[in-house]
């Protein structure tokens, strides 16, 4: 059953994680200040799935064939690809980011790595996912990812760590499950959470099979502790959007924590959870790509609500026309990946859909860098104001305030505490601590540009188009088309009637 | 019926055009050196069609339900526009510019006005262009778009030029039909076209009806003459590429021309014209993607063979590495573009469909600037040979070549024929005559950047943006869902059970 | 007399401004925790002038012949231009900002405004800013600069405003003095100055002689009210940088301001006062390229020591070469362009020099846009943990402390403790409140990129470039060079023996 | 004695190399149209030194005292430095090229090496390139710098290669010289030389003495082989420059050619050779800076021209000014490397000066990139003419041209004739072979962008930087500036009373 953000919220308060921040044991998670903005976000792809016109968007059919959270999601078409690039967009530019399309990009790599353990050699792990994400989609759970380690020592390997838990990995395997230890860093929305879902964050060789496991605990397991930073800038007036909608990132520590086998889905597995790691890569990398052009949306409409505070229409002063559409075209630039990457999308063997590769990373990679141009963009089109406003609590002033509402207000129709709304806004986003995380987060999250790299040259054929240019030279233009490939055949990977064929259906069928 | 390319360069002799090259009038088309690469460019079109492989992309059935080059075909669906657009790619890989797909984005941009026109005024216009794309299919025709006027007096509009010629326009209107005159620059492929398709290339308003004419003639209709470039650099032994294939740009003076009515598609309707030549924009931006794409594909594959004739490896010598993704990045960044351009296309009132326009400009102004950043790339990992080997001549003196081919080639397993050929290859596509064309018609073709610029400005939804921001001052997060609007939704743009549906029926049917 | 930092705030209690802060009166500028880092930052230009290596760049001789500060200065010689751009760039690569040398661009500014003034139409102006000059470098004062005005509606003149104290004007002209009322916007270092010297922002109007006003006041003159913000992040542990040094801006309204005739410089000379505002940037924005490239010598730093305690090796990883070239590339590029600046300064009519403008624009406006570059590279190099790691509450968490340190220090004989005050450094600088400062404050501070541009074109001779091109077509090889020009020719604007030739003399005397 | 460039052609007369060109043994370098263009552009480097304007910046003092060409003289100040940079400019601007500042170059570095060398060992190898030196200035010759090697298999060393005449070496020590054999490639200029330079191109290890040679030898000595291209487009009436002046470059092989010791610079002292590869590097880039600044000049006037003639005003139309602004501002930001260079000039040990390391390399890294955004700017501002003009045969053909000239003149009072003259001229230097030879010669010529990139990490001190944010974290404000550096201090490099004291002497002595 898909709850509201309240119920959301209210369910938080039947756990009991052990959660430390700015150095204090936090009682409630829900009642939390500093943890506000990041329920309030979370608590927006609640209800935005209840809300009849976003429906479609928000919500699909889960495994039992009833309504659930798109985030919760098992992908079965190109479609569905496209629809959860949209949902996250769409949450995006509410919420900023909306946290829990993670685990989408956890369960759809999971669903194919563990599909493809028990063709290999047999056993449970997918029955198990399947029941485990039953579970979360019934209860309409928010699951954060626990992925990158520790790490410690980044010149040896997990396994030569002198301080072993630099790495979750698996100390004991008893009858009824396994017992795990070690830190996993950056934890998105960790604190309010109902489960954290363990995943390895790299290649791990074949003997460090204890390193290579993915399960699933609830936030409140013994033996799991957790510091986190807080999320935005909560009570801050000047924080426009930041002070109701952002996100906390965390670090675990799993101390001996007990997982029983019917949530344990990779464990020893190593070259199956290599797969997982570079599939879990490319869903949420498609997914970012949406999240940032959510971003994206949000300094478009603000910078031009900014020139016309300013007094100027951005439609006609030739240097705002100019920087508004190179913000466009940087959003839609890397969303066009994102689209791309959906419509060329692989039907995988377990018979789920994953983006196109070298789409998702291309468009990550683009958006990485080009946010920093973004917020140039915008600061370009608002102008030094964003810097300069005096603060809020100067809004009140007897003594002040007056003066400075009567000479600061740029537009003669437009009031000088819209104007200072939209500044606070474009600096909160662009200009604080807030829009650094943006940046850095937009740049290293799901993978630095160059782990992007690395994989769009492993996946591109590049020797298909060597051997265009040797056809070239060697042989005649008629005889050539004969051994001349197509690039990409959208929806003809498979054969007709499945699912997938659907983006070229209208077509072919 | 389809031609061969063999069949194509036939049917040419059958045509008496007066055609200038180089200052002498050409006795015939077919058998001129200075026309060979383009001819033999265009021919691609045609064998490609009959090859097994590539028939699903590079044919679709026509009006007649016949089997038709799809560069002549009508959109019917989502996945036409994608089908097209690799096409477009695909030949282009090859060919370097396939000419012909101008005609495709003509014929659509003719048939959504003309439907209009009819719907509008009543009249026989979209009967008419049913009837000459028939026509069309059925004989295989190679089309040119006769669209850029000469424009003279760039401060005047049409109608107010000293030389009313400047513009092609209708002068006379008969019983059986007008009589035009103006000239036309730029046409691509002019001289060894069968018919030029001649449209207004800017909005008119509505007292320039004259110059709100389009229609078609035989090539050798009785006061067309011709003044054509070469096409490439025939003849020329170091043209790795294009002594081979390549295009000529033409300027036609027409100087009293007939254009009997039945060829008559538009004559006066400013206003829908102007819809016609925005449309055109679109279509027509969107094939530039597929076209650069495959220059892009030449590069890439170039590029890595020069590296290895250098006896390097790109996959390993960290600075090619970062440059050969930055080839791809830009090359499937912007083919990004058009593929999202072709999963949001347009289902317009006419019926056919059209490729998103946002996402056609931004991809178009994307390769716009980057094919320098693509040239640029090209030669640095290419490295200084490509301007300092000497010419290809020197190759069999008994002098020298024995020390050259000695010690310029790089890797030893690489003969230096190999090496030599490469470099020529990619100085002729990219430091030549040649590579200087390519830069220049993709940032001019089509449109120059401030066109697309503008068409974006145009389209794109700032408000809705601005209204987003606006919300989040003025409401709550709960009550926001409500009034919000997910950006695009492929395939909901019209009823379902269309066929532009296709593209999400896997889901939604 | 030079004074120590220690002096300079103790001599900051002598004065009484009405100061406000965060709503409230401030007691004592000198004592107040959120002005600390201004003062500090401000205190390193007095410090660094005792400092017996530092003495050649911050300190030369006075109008009295005795030793000063140099950013209270006036240029004699194109190596004094440089002695300062260096004197810049030292002080803010310890404080970021040394806010003091906005002094120095507006005494130079002033110094040929006012002798212009005197040339023309006689009077005392000149010797007055003489006097006040002497004053400022007797007293080694701190000087705020007023100059960029309220504003209040865009689309009017300052003389047709609603509320006429939108800019700052005379509103009386008494016997001994004028009168002035209006507001002043972004005032750097504003509540910790000695005085404010008031001068006119943009061009006025030759009937809005009242607006062209320039005088001196001390901070604490009657009818001065200041807003400010606080200077960076005071009393923030993780601020590693911005706690201890940082800028505050300002919002002045001065209501009937009494000012001495011996403190105004310009009063109604709208020529000449536009003048002073057109130099005041050409020496304001080569100040800025000295500034902004001690900022990047803290990045380079950080970011080489964030790669090294991440355990990598800046100088071997190549991706982190590419990038440290980058941000070294960056920075030494628009330096380049101060020094550039700097040896082709113009000897002013007045006798000072000043920068030439070609290259003092260029170098910011290559910086305006790059500092956000310089924020992606030195993300780039940092990696993640840079918004990841938890707060400084947590280093000295009992519970989680130990494994902390343990798993998140990279490099194994780094300790934790020093990884974290480098990531958390460079958080402060790139991705905070005061990241977000310098980045708007690069882009607008002394004009925004278009102010740039339209000083570069009204500047540069584009009309003796195409009579080359003319000349080209037109005569040949030999006789050409008669006509021609050498663009530039350091030290040969004037005379022989006059100091501005010292920097060729090497050569020509 | 100065020579004109008549007397530098009839010069050539005198020797007789052995030239192929296309195949073709040569019989008259100074008759053969297809080196015209060359000829001519090393003339202007003859003519401009008599021009009387120019002659402070084309010549100066020779070692005799005696005036001698610029381009053979030894830097004896930073004005030296500069005047070099402006005369490379000055002669590019009309020519392109001007070829004979290499050997500026290569003299330089040599004096540098040689002094080192009879330092260090003793010899008289210094006096012999006096003498050489002295020998060149009193016959004002043209030096051609053979310095590239074939360089063979690239993953073997010099002394490794199957073909020993992959670089040159010698092969046999006489009593009265030596002999050397093997090829060197990328002569710029070589075939209208008077002699040639060999140099080795990169570092030789100690057992490859016999590759680390540098000597002198006549262009027509015996065993002399060279292949050459042909310089520019000589003949073709659309090269509005390079059939005028351009330059050629060439490979050549000795075989067996003898070297008489007082024309052997560098034998077998592997050290000192490779600090002289370095050095030239470095003398090399600081003038491509200057060259390629010329052709800046050439776009910025031929791109307003063009605007012009389009009927554009470019400071009015915004996105005309905007990319004016923008070729301005990539042209003299490099410019401004070279500069800053010549201003920090280093007083080497030898006597001479050398232009700055970080500064030369960081402005031809910059032009190396940025020519291609060069040559996208020059293409935006001109519109598509430039690749759509019908041929210059065309403009005489009685047919077309009265019809052509009407409708393709844009603005009224610009001819026809005018239009097509700047439209081939913009085609010729950046859309032809000679627009792909400037692209190519400016990313690779003396060194590609990651030998820059190698020698900047190599030469800027990133510690010191690290040391400064090390001191902000362990001590205070004031005691910091006690060991705190100022970067670089102009004309402080030596002793007062030296020559290179000169840049900042106004001040100090």
């Given at each position: 059953m898909m709850k509201s953000a309240e119920e959301y919220r209210e369910s938080l308060r039947a756990l009991k994680p052990r959660i430390y921040l700015g150095g204090s044991l936090i009682e409630s998670v829900a009642d939390e200040p500093r943890f506000e903005p990041g329920i309030n976000a979370t608590g927006i792809t609640y209800d935005f799935a209840l809300v009849d016109d976003l429906k479609s968007t928000m919500t699909t059919s889960g495994l039992d064939g009833k309504p659930t959270n798109r985030f919760l999601a098992i992908n079965r078409s190109r479609a569905d690809l496209q629809d959860k690039l949209e949902a996250v967009r769409l949450t995006c530019k509410v919420a900023g980011c909306a946290q829990r399309y993670l685990t989408h990009d956890a369960f759809n790599a999971l669903f194919e790595a563990t599909w493809l353990i028990n063709e290999t050699y047999g056993g449970e792990n997918h029955a198990r996912l399947l029941d485990y994400i039953q579970y979360a989609q019934t209860n309409d759970l928010s699951i954060g990812i626990a992925m990158t380690d520790g790490k410690g020592d980044r010149s040896k390997r997990p396994s030569e760590q002198d301080q072993p838990d630099s790495y979750v990995h698996v100390i004991e395997r008893r009858s009824d499950g396994i017992v795990i230890s070690g830190v996993k860093a950056i934890i998105t929305g960790g604190p309010y959470m109902h489960e954290l879902l363990v995943m390895p964050c790299r290649r791990m060789d074949k003997h460090e099979k204890d390193f290579a496991v993915a399960c699933a605990?609830?936030?409140?397991?013994?033996?799991?502790?957790?510091?986190?930073?807080?999320?935005?800038?909560?009570?801050?007036?000047?924080?426009?959007?930041?002070?109701?909608?952002?996100?906390?990132?965390?670090?675990?520590?799993?101390?001996?924590?007990?997982?029983p086998y019917d949530r344990v889905f990779i464990d020893g597995e190593t070259e199956e959870a290599h797969l997982m790691t570079t599939n879990y890569a490319t869903h949420h990398r498609h997914s970012c790509i949406g999240a940032r052009a959510g971003f994206g949306d949000l300094l478009i409409g603000a910078g031009a609500m900014m020139a016309q505070a300013n007094g100027l229409d951005y439609l006609k002063v030739p240097h705002l026309r100019e920087k508004m559409v190179e913000l466009i075209k940087i959003t839609e630039g890397f969303y066009a990946c994102g689209i791309a990457s959906s419509t060329m999308g692989v039907h995988d063997a377990a018979g789920n859909f994953r983006p196109d590769q070298i789409y998702a990373n291309i468009g990550k990679l683009l958006l990485a860098n080009q946010i920093y141009d973004m917020h140039r963009l915008a600061h370009d089109v608002s102008g030094g104001l964003v810097v300069a406003l005096p603060g809020p609590e100067e809004d009140h002033n007897p003594v002040t305030s007056a003066i400075l509402s009567d000479v600061l207000r740029g537009h003669p129709d437009v009031p000088y505490e819209h104007r200072a709304n939209v500044s606070r806004f474009i600096e909160d986003l662009t200009a604080s601590e807030t829009g650094g995380w943006y940046s850095v987060i937009s740049l290293h999250g799901g993978g630095s540009p160059e782990a992007m790299k690395l994989e769009i040259l492993r996946n591109y054929d590049i020797e298909a188009r060597s051997d265009l240019v040797q056809a070239l030279f060697d042989r005649g233009a008629l005889e050539m088309g004969k051994g001349i490939k197509v690039d990409r055949q959208p929806g003809r990977c498979c054969a007709k009637g499945c699912q997938g064929d659907g983006l070229v259906s209208g077509k072919d069928t």
């Open positions: 605990v609830p936030i409140d397991a013994a033996g799991i502790t957790i510091v986190s930073r807080p999320a935005g800038r909560p009570g801050n007036p000047a924080a426009k959007f930041s002070a109701k909608f952002a996100q906390a990132v965390a670090v675990a520590h799993f101390d001996n924590v007990f997982v």
